[in-house]
């Protein structure tokens, strides 16, 4: 069980709160780059940690990410008119740079020194690959731009997604450290869905129901080791990495694209799921990306609102036939929706004072420990870890290992990130 403060400290992201503060001393995905597609294109809203925001880009393609209000008479600046070097409010005309920064006031006089002195709250927005990432803190602490390895690798050897999800971001995330949930929920998908099937694994994952968990500390967050029977005389380990306070990566499951995940707070009681592909070696084939574009995979089909077509509104399209079948073992097709029915239906905020933890749960407490202290510690001077290089240059391994092998041995350094180094996968 979790006491009703903590679950609050961990599950509250808002501007001002411990656990915010945290989230603010990261860069974290924010929009697609498709969303911006070209110069002078219309702003984008942008809800994140719960600031409302919109985002443009300039007729010199530069990236602003503002407070959405006028300061004129707070009317939102998605209705403005983003062209000739700035944003222009459609109301009476106040036009803002891509920095926030006052640059037209039309009833004023010429001379005046007025827009000097208007400026929007605003934040750095950069493009890596195929995402837009802002840093919503303060200016003097920002940390280095990220290095995930999906964002650094050759263009064409990676996909992002995102899909809205209506719970809080902390279920979200704990659904991603969770590796014993595979053999059930996902059971069905191993050997049908086109991003998973044919790996070697798949077999180690059905056969044993009843993995045992390591986990171990690391610099960045935590490596959560998840150890099924293989072979005689042999344990195939799944190890996540969980990188403080919101990433996460799967695994990986033959030579298909290895995928992972950032949990980013919209508000208190509702999250981005960003998903990634990436091959660290080879361009992502055509077959890959049509799959990905279909919701196959940790992917999803999403409406225009990047809400998934299969949602709580329709009951995610429960197939109780398909379910009879054994073709899926919840009733809900693709694993991305597998996986948020059933983190939406424990409701916006999960009352963890109910809950009844047991040893497969281990990453997940140990991941609230963490998130917990860190956040503390900030507000007393001491600075996080996770947003520094050398943190983020972290892959997933799936291994077979001698059964007198820990995993953090055998896996040596198969988990760290270097530049036309293959996977190491089952």
Not at 200 to 222: H, I, Q, T
Not at 283 to 311: F, I
């Amino acid at each position: 069980m979790l006491r009703t403060d903590i679950n609050e400290l961990l599950t509250q992201t808002g501007p001002g709160t411990p656990m915010g503060g945290l989230f603010r001393r990261y860069w974290q995905p924010v929009l697609l780059a498709e969303e911006l597609p070209e110069n002078d294109c219309p702003p984008v809203r942008v809800k994140v940690l719960s600031e409302r925001l919109i985002a443009i880009r300039d007729s010199e393609g530069n990236y602003g990410l503002m407070d959405e209000f006028c300061a004129h008479r707070g009317v939102s600046l998605w209705f403005g008119r983003n062209e000739q070097g700035g944003l222009r409010c459609p109301y009476h005309g106040w036009k803002y740079d891509y920095t926030g920064q006052a640059i037209e006031v039309p009833s004023e006089p010429e001379t005046s020194s007025f827009c000097a002195n208007v400026k929007l709250k605003s934040y750095p927005l950069v493009k890596l690959g195929d995402v837009l990432f802002a840093y919503l803190g303060d200016p003097a602490e920002q940390p280095p731009l990220p290095e995930w390895e999906a964002y650094r690798v050759p263009e064409g050897q990676a996909f992002t997604s995102k899909r809205v999800q209506e719970c809080n971001w902390l279920q979200a995330l704990e659904g991603g450290i969770d590796s014993s949930h595979v053999s059930f929920l996902h059971s069905g998908n191993l050997d049908s869905d086109p991003l998973f099937k044919g790996s070697r694994g798949n077999a180690y994952n059905k056969a044993d129901l009843k993995p045992s968990f390591e986990v171990v500390d690391y610099e960045g967050g935590l490596l959560i080791g998840a150890r099924r029977n293989a072979e005689e005389g042999h344990y195939y380990w799944r190890v996540t990495p969980w990188v403080l306070p919101n990433f996460t990566m799967v695994p990986p499951r033959g030579d298909h694209p290895v995928h992972g995940h950032f949990w980013v707070p919209i508000d208190d009681e509702n999250c981005w799921a960003w998903s990634f592909d990436y091959h660290p070696t080879r361009q992502l084939t055509e077959t890959e990306l049509e799959a990905m574009r279909a919701g196959k995979g940790v992917h999803s089909a999403n409406d225009e609102a990047y809400r998934p077509l299969a949602n709580k509104d329709n009951n995610y399209l429960m197939d109780r036939e398909a379910q009879r079948r054994g073709e899926t073992f919840s009733g809900i097709h693709g694993i991305a929706l597998q996986d948020s029915s059933l983190q939406e239906s424990m409701g916006p905020v999960v009352d963890r004072t109910k809950e009844r933890l047991v040893a497969t749960d281990a990453g997940i407490i140990k991941a609230r420990q963490k998130l917990r202290k860190a956040a503390l510690a900030l507000q007393e001077g001491v600075e996080p870890v996770g947003n520094r290089p050398q943190d983020q240059k972290v892959r997933s391994v799936a291994i077979v290992l001698p059964a007198d092998q820990s995993f953090v041995e055998g896996i040596g350094e198969a988990m760290i990130a270097k530049p036309g180094v293959p996977q190491t996968t089952v």
